[in-house]
């Protein structure tokens, strides 16, 4: 079992709509939570971090549910620019500094 | 600008050549990562230095793969031999503490390594 997973989709989905990704994990003495966003040929650049109390930044809320082991994004009114690889990376433990990601979700957004 | 920077940004080899890959992280960054991208597929961790020290060097997939840094500030991951399975994108990442929970890392561009 990978130690992160996510549905690597596509997802295709029309503007303005609201679309969510889960990405669970394996380690549960995992610290830290992230996602990433990757455009075609580009580099993962940090979209957010992820707490346990959940987070919004903007249109996208992230969320960390610790008992069960998954982290959720959810994008509110999803526009064009939002077309993008969408990756979960968790760190797995203090002292441990790799970034273990997901295979990253696609999502394209239609007009 | 002052971003992580990595050249050559594609490399096209033979299989059996040797290629080296340059990483110059943001001045100043103390954490500097190694990753392979697969098509398709998330990055996957290679090697981490804190400074000059190599700290772990666990995803390195074979005694191939070296990489070292040695005044703490470019890195070059060097692969010897290559392989065809050794084609994927390469990046590298930095961060200002040793602590990277708390400030995630900073990627460059990658480079793109074909071998034939």
């Known amino acids: 079992r990978k130690e992160v997973e996510q549905d690597p989709g596509p997802f295709n989905v029309p503007e303005g709509a609201t679309v969510a990704f889960n990405c669970t994990y394996s380690?549960?003495?995992?610290?830290?939570f992230f996602w990433y966003r990757q455009d075609c040929r580009k580099e993962p650049k940090l979209l957010m971090s992820?707490?346990?109390s959940g987070n919004e930044d903007g249109r996208f809320t992230a969320q960390l549910n610790r008992a069960s082991q998954y982290i959720s994004l959810l994008i509110r009114d999803s526009k064009l620019s939002d077309s993008a690889t969408y990756l979960c990376?968790?760190?797995?433990?203090?002292?441990?500094?790799?970034?273990?990601f997901g295979t990253g979700t696609r999502l394209t957004i239609i007009p | 600008g002052a971003g992580v920077s990595q050249s050559p940004r594609y490399k096209v080899a033979k299989r059996g050549q040797d290629v080296a890959l340059r990483c110059d992280p943001i001045?100043?960054?103390?954490?500097l990562f190694w990753y392979q991208q697969a098509l398709g597929q998330g990055p996957e961790f290679l090697t981490y230095?804190?400074?000059?020290?190599?700290?772990?060097k666990s995803g390195l997939p074979s005694d191939r793969f070296f990489a070292e840094r040695p005044e703490g500030s470019v890195s070059t991951l060097k692969i010897q031999r290559t392989q065809q399975e050794d084609s994927a994108v390469y990046l590298c990442?930095?961060?200002?503490?040793?602590?990277?929970?708390?400030?995630?890392?900073?990627f460059g561009d990658g480079t793109r390594l074909s071998i034939l």
């Open positions: 990376v968790v760190i797995p433990n203090f002292g441990n500094e790799k970034l273990t």
């Open positions: 380690n549960s003495a995992s610290q830290s």
């Open positions: 990442a930095s961060s200002p503490l040793r602590d990277t929970g708390r400030q995630p890392q900073h």
């Open positions: 001045s100043g960054h103390v954490s």
């Open positions: 992820v707490y346990s």
């Open positions: 230095f804190q400074n000059e020290a190599q700290l772990d």
